[in-house]
């Protein structure tokens, strides 16, 4: 009788804890994702690409054929492991996922479906309990992606949205291009150690390296004095920037991280660091000092800061988080910001950004047990930026045009390739 009045007691306190509010959508309207253990890197990072107004709009747009079910690929698993990477399980679960971030009223969705889809090269699926390094998951999606775009009617979607290119040159002192070589990227990664801001990582990028003495350059048999740089010679609509805040040291033999302060601003010009400027930027050196005049495709680079990726911990341990800025305004010209922390979704004030991203050391205030009174000392920030999300201005602007003002994803989830994107595509496939 005891037992039995405990297990009643049990249940209607159960009852009575019930709360509805806890499991419904934020108030911000957006949908939370649930971290399976270590699964912060996903999570932040699909919140990032959901709230890319083309990309969510043509990833729900697309008709993808179901997986087929477990038992008739359980035998062909193996065979097929090789030749298909998954692309195409991925990008059905992603749509569902995003389906369901754009259409639910609860507070989070379950990534289980879409881990057990996410196989590595051992055909193995994703281990939640495992936590990756964001950028090295998100070269990953893409590939996978790209193989499941290739049977659908957009096959350049990510190419037209995130897919720049960079030209490696080498010049001799007289300005001959001895030898040029594009290659396609999706991110750019930066060096943040020992630099102020982006903008100094970005100037060393295209910097150069010169070759002379014993290493100078071999040109059709001749050894000559180069210089060997890489620049940008097209620019995505939207760019993904990392920043490079882990290395290897090889005294400790492990993987540090770098709290080194480092700024990035709320809109960027691209153009300093593109194959057009620089070369213009040459030939006005070699004729006459003078001012610079303006490219009329120079306005065409500059970008707008949409998101930032957070990582704070260690280089053993740490969490990942998003910040994000809504592209969708209730009033025009104001775009707040939300924070995505795993189910939490939050309004965030974007004049936090720099307190929040940037790195550094902040002051605190402890105990001194020597002198039995509060000293102040300083520390360093656990969490910094650790990839930047900017939009093309001209491409953003062109994209809202029209756009009516409506819940997280009501733009043109029908019109996904709308005119821009069109436009895009045509000159990713022109390109390649």
Known sequence: AQQLSRLGHSRVSYMWHYAPAMHEKSRCGYVGLKNLGATCYLNSLVQQLFLIPEFRAAILALQIEPPAPASATDAASDLSAADDPGGGDVLYYLQAMFGYLHESEKRWYDTRDFCGAFRDCENLPL?????????????MLFEKLEA????????KLLQSLFGGSVVNQIIDKAGRRLSERVEPFFVISIEVKNKASVMDGLAQFVEGETLDGDNKYNFEGEYVEATKRCCISRLPPVLILHLKRFEFD????K????YDHCEFPPSIDMAPYTVRYLERQEKLLGEAEGPSPADEEDGDCVYELAGVLVHTGTSDSGHYYSFIRERRAAQPGA????HFNDTLVEPFDSSEIGKNCFGGVEPVVSWDVDTNKPVQRTQVKPHSAYMLFYEKVSAHAQSREGAPEAVPSGEGRDGARDQPMAEAEAGAEAEG
């Open 250 to 253: 090889f005294d400790l033999m």
């Open 148 to 155: 499941g775009l290739g049977r659908t009617s957009s096959p």
């Open 255 to 258: 993987k540090m991280k770098l």
């Open 335 to 338: 775009h707040p910001w939300l």
């Open 127 to 139: 281990n939640p309990s495992v936590q990756m390094d964001v950028d090295e998951f998100l070269n």
